[in-house]
């Protein structure tokens, strides 16, 4: 994972100002919105949202990691198909990318057939191949209310940023570039100025996190050059 030279900085800053310091598989915790919204805002990779969309610009299927505390999205992707593979390879992305950082906690989907099954088995219990993989990494799943589209309201606006700004970009990883670390956030206010995703993303990070973060590049830096 390689960070910007102003995502370095916020580590640096915030490093040295807070440097003191497995569920049962095939079971989806399900939480009402109002429960979702008692995520601490201030804190990065507390929980993400995660949901699918067909792109009206290239007829792709988009799908992405949205952040829920500072929007930022980890990975993301335009694909062939909406399927759980592709889901989980997203997850697996940021966890690879991220997970020396934090870990993600809470996953927050929908109950599209990529993240949940709508039938039982013989059993009666639910059986699917995302659900294992988070539960397998000791993720907890929350499954938005059904007919309720407030609980993942937040990657639904993502989307819409999507459509009305992918056509100015040649490719998907230039417009996420831009979205992430260019682009101001309008909900993202900090002190009376403005925060991109990215921004949002390192100073919201819990003390600790970057702090470790911040001496393991010292440390790789340090080795780099002996």
Request: glycine letters at 6%.
């Amino acid at each position: 994972m390689l960070c910007s030279p102003k995502s370095l900085a916020f580590i640096y800053t915030h490093a040295l100002q807070g440097g003191r310091g497995k569920g049962r598989k095939n079971k989806a915790l399900k939480l009402t919105a109002a429960k979702v919204n008692l995520h601490n805002p201030r804190k990065s990779l507390t929980a993400v949202h995660l949901d699918w969309h067909t792109s009206r610009f290239n007829g792709k299927e988009v799908c992405a990691v949205l952040d829920d505390s500072s929007r930022f999205i980890p990975p993301g992707g335009e694909f062939s198909a909406a399927t759980a593979e592709n889901s989980m390879a997203l997850v697996r992305m940021a966890l690879d990318d991220f997970g020396e950082i934090r870990k993600i906690k809470e996953v927050i989907t929908d109950h599209g057939s990529q993240f949940f099954a709508n039938k039982t088995d013989k059993n009666g219990e639910y059986e699917y191949a995302f659900g294992q993989f988070l539960a397998e990494n000791e993720i907890k799943h929350i499954l938005a209310r059904v007919k309720h589209p407030q609980t993942n309201g937040k990657i639904e606006k993502w989307f819409h940023t999507y459509e009305k700004s992918r056509k100015l970009f040649d490719n998907f990883d230039k417009f996420l570039n831009w979205y992430n670390s260019i682009r101001y956030h309008e909900c993202l206010e900090e002190k009376h100025y403005l925060l991109t995703p990215e921004d949002a993303f390192w100073s919201r990070l819990p003390n600790g996190c970057t702090l470790n973060l911040f001496l393991s590049r010292m440390e790789s830096d340090f080795n780099a050059t002996r």
